[in-house]
């Protein structure tokens, strides 16, 4: 399967590694909105302009789009959709189905396959609570990121007028997982499960007030959260948060018997090193998924629910059934 990469930022990085670990896989290259000479991957893989996407269309099985939510994505995926499979991580989950039926419409006019919000959450996480729910129909859910470094919110930052850098940190709140624990976190708000923790360096001059209102009232970002920002040097930024660790844990109880006699929990958690590079493995799953469904016809818009799990897979059907089964 011919790979293309488009955008070089911490995703883009990770699916040039993650590629290199599927051996039905090869790369085609990166493309870049930015002058390709000042762009260096890891790996000497080619860049390209983005301007000269449209020259690889008959060279490429599926483009990996390496953008970020708030802006890139919504432009980026549907555009992109009418000339190549794509898949990409938008994790905006309150936009997810606008996003869906932009997408969808681009790629089913074009006969393309683009599987969309790819990752860990929305992503596996969404998965975990599929299987979940279908096992415990009554069941009850809680999910908790954290600690760790949200790309999304920390790019929605960057994108503030005056922001030169920003991380922003998911912090659950120990006692409401201590209640979800006990199937006891029914009900509770955003704000009651987890803070977010906002590092920010400021370009000189900018109006440090006005950034942190922007932040603290941003609409499916921040507003529904007791959120912290904490303006800091570009030296505290490399020292302190140059790292981008995450994780998480989806929590289902639920009951069983004739007389829900019976307690049953649901645990699914990620610990991760990198964020980014754990996002572009489930990336590089998905870009085989798309290229296997599109050959078989499947075409529009799809999401990780769309997906059977051999499709994700390098192994053959023989090979699943003798060692995953």
């Known amino acids: 399967m011919r790979i293309a990469i488009y955008g070089y930022g911490n995703i883009g990085r990770g ?39 449209l020259e690889f269309k008959d060279k490429i099985d599926v483009m990996i789009i390496c953008g970020g939510s708030a802006t890139d994505l919504p432009v980026l995926t549907p555009m992109l959709a009418e000339n190549f499979n794509v898949v990409d991580s ?9 996003h869906f039926a932009n997408v969808d419409r681009a790629a089913s006019e074009s006969g393309h396959t683009a599987v969309i919000s790819g990752g860990w ?30 790309q ?12 030169k850098d920003a991380r922003q940190y998911t912090v659950p709140i120990l006692s409401a997982m201590e209640a979800a624990v006990k199937g006891e976190a029914e009900g509770f708000t955003a704000r009651q499960m987890h803070t977010r923790e906002c590092y920010v360096v400021a370009e000189e001059g900018a109006d440090l007030e006005r950034i942190e209102n922007e932040i ?6 921040f507003a529904d ?18 790292e981008l660790p995450h994780g998480g844990v989806v929590i289902c109880t639920g009951t069983t ?15 991760l090193d990198s964020n980014p590079e754990f996002t572009s493995g489930v990336l590089v799953a998905l870009a085989r998924a798309a290229c296997r469904m599109n050959g078989r016809g499947q075409t529009g818009c799809k999401t990780i629910f769309d997906i059977a799990p051999a499709d ?9 059934r003798a060692h995953m089964l």
Not at 90 to 98: C, G, L, N, S, V
Not at 152 to 163: E, Y
Request: aromatic share 8%; glycine share 6%.
């Open 257 to 271: 018997g004739l007389d829900n006699e019976h307690r049953q929990t649901i645990e699914y958690r990620l610990k």
């Open 121 to 150: 959450d929305p992503g596996m996480f969404s998965v975990s609570r599929v299987y979940a729910n279908a096992i415990l129909p009554q069941g009850r859910f809680s999910t908790f990121w954290g600690r760790g470094v949200s």
């Open 225 to 242: 959260y007791d959120t912290t920002v904490t303006f800091i040097t570009e030296e505290e930024m490399k020292k302190d948060h140059s």
């Open 312 to 320: 994700l897979s390098a192994l053959s059907a023989e090979e699943l």
């Open 90 to 98: 938008f994790d905006t989950h309150a936009r997810i189905p606008e």
């Open 15 to 53: 699916v040039e590694c993650a590629v290199r670990q599927n051996p039905d896989m090869e790369l085609v290259g990166v493309f870049t909105r930015r002058d390709p000479r000042s762009v260096k991957t890891r790996t000497g893989l080619p860049v390209y302009s983005a301007d000269s996407v």
């Open 216 to 221: 603290k009232t941003m609409p499916n970002y």
């Open 152 to 163: 999304g919110h920390s790019d929605a930052i960057r994108r503030i007028s005056g922001v």
